[in-house]
């Protein structure tokens, strides 16, 4: 049965990071630079593939302290460098979750990058609640690249 989706369990957050967009682009795209951020607070990245392509798939391992892996996957829906990214959401490891869809946008500000992250088709507040919380540590950890 499907559900039609809400508006509070859609997320967005806007962040403005001191680069260019071409390198704020960069960083969300290049394996190498994901493994730099895309885990909160404490956890790290230790291992990313990006296919960056309409169609090509990504993977994100996140690794908590204690050893437990969270792995997240995938598929690239649109590519518009520098300025439009969207791809689907999967946890591969954390019991069942519908696939959900993040958006994100590079607008250019002169010398900075505002990201516009949508992430949304969550089924229940409490999923959107924890992903806000874990993209909060995450752009937080971006703020360092730069």
């Not at 956890?43 to 309409?54: K, Q």
């Not at 995938?74 to 519908?98: A, F, K, N, Q």
């Not at 949304?120 to 806000?132: K, L, P, V």
């Amino acid at each position: 049965m499907a559900t039609q989706e809400h508006p509070a369990v859609a997320l967005e957050l806007r962040r403005t990071f001191p680069a260019p967009r071409e390198r704020v682009f960069r960083a969300w795209t290049t394996a190498e630079e994901i493994r730099s951020w895309q885990a909160p607070g404490p956890m790290t990245t230790p291992f990313a593939t990006v296919d960056l392509r309409v169609g090509g798939a990504y993977q994100i391992h996140i690794r908590a302290p204690d050893g437990r892996e969270h792995r997240v996957a995938g598929v690239y829906r649109e590519v518009d460098p520098p300025s439009r990214l969207v791809y689907t959401w999967r946890w591969e490891t954390d019991g069942p979750e519908d696939e959900t869809l993040v958006t994100v946008e590079f607008k250019d500000r002169g010398q900075t990058t505002e990201v516009v992250l949508r992430h949304e088709r969550f089924r229940t507040a409490d999923q959107r609640a924890r992903h806000e919380t874990g993209w909060t540590g995450c752009l937080a950890k971006l703020g360092h690249v730069f």
